[in-house]
């Protein structure tokens, strides 16, 4: 992921509207990509993972999706509810990456209004 | 309740004070880490130790130490804190599945503030 910097990219929702979480990854190599959702106090909390042999995967009402010729990767939240208010990380590790390492993007926060 | 336990969850010390942060984990996973989580950084890996008596530096291990004797405890240790090492500290934890996926599981964190 890439560094954002001092200010954390903020992305306002309306309760009930989709989402979208945008990431740039700069490394050709990387093979696996994660979203950790970080609330308010509380350590990063696994969202969804995929690997880069696909390029869309579901949870529920989560989406990833991977688009390797740009190096973009995506979180799409459907229905957006205020328990979604929180900080998203997107992390990626490259194939024979010494010690399972992930490198984590600086982060969107996410707010729901009402 | 099994999991990734941090303690303290707070802790306040002096410069040049030794501090040890303290991380358990019940699943038996091979491997453990150590973040470091700054406004603006994001979250950057201190140490990481892939079994008992195996650690190495990640990105930002000046000033840390770290120890692996047992599998499931990973200790970080700032042997003279620093003003700049104020930080949320994160321990996390993963096992390398079949496939190569390596999903992080993360404690609470600590929130030390050298004074």
């Known amino acids: 992921g890439e560094s954002v910097g001092l200010h954390l990219p903020t992305l306002s929702v309306q309760e009930g509207d989709n989402s979208i979480i945008n990431c740039a990854y700069s490394n050709s190599a990387s093979d696996y990509f994660i979203w950790y959702k970080q609330e308010s106090g509380k350590g990063p909390q696994f969202i969804i993972d995929i690997r880069s042999n696909m390029d869309k995967r579901q949870g529920q009402r989560v989406t990833v999706l991977l688009n390797k010729t740009v190096k973009h990767l995506s979180l799409q939240i459907a229905a957006t509810q205020p328990g979604d208010s929180a900080v998203y990380f997107c992390?990626?590790?490259?194939?024979?990456?010494?010690?399972?390492?992930?490198?984590f993007g600086g982060g969107t926060r996410v707010l729901v209004k009402p | 309740d099994a999991g990734i336990t941090q303690s303290p969850r707070y802790k306040i010390t002096e410069t040049g004070r030794q501090v040890t942060l303290m991380c358990h984990q019940t699943w038996s996973h091979s491997y453990m880490f150590w973040y470091r989580q700054d406004l603006g950084h994001g979250l950057r890996l201190i140490y990481y130790?892939?079994?008992?008596?195996?650690?190495d530096k990640g990105e930002v291990p000046d000033g840390y130490v770290v120890s692996r004797s047992k599998t499931e405890n990973f200790p970080l240790t700032l042997e003279s804190a620093t003003r700049s090492q104020t930080s949320v500290y994160f321990c996390?934890?993963?096992?390398?599945?079949?496939?190569?996926?390596?999903?992080?599981?993360f404690g609470s964190g600590t929130q030390l503030s050298v004074l």
């Open positions: 130790s892939a079994a008992a008596d195996i650690t």
């Open positions: 996390a934890s993963s096992e390398l599945l079949q496939g190569g996926s390596e999903k992080l599981f």
């Open positions: 992390a990626e590790n490259a194939a024979g990456a010494a010690g399972n390492k992930l490198t």
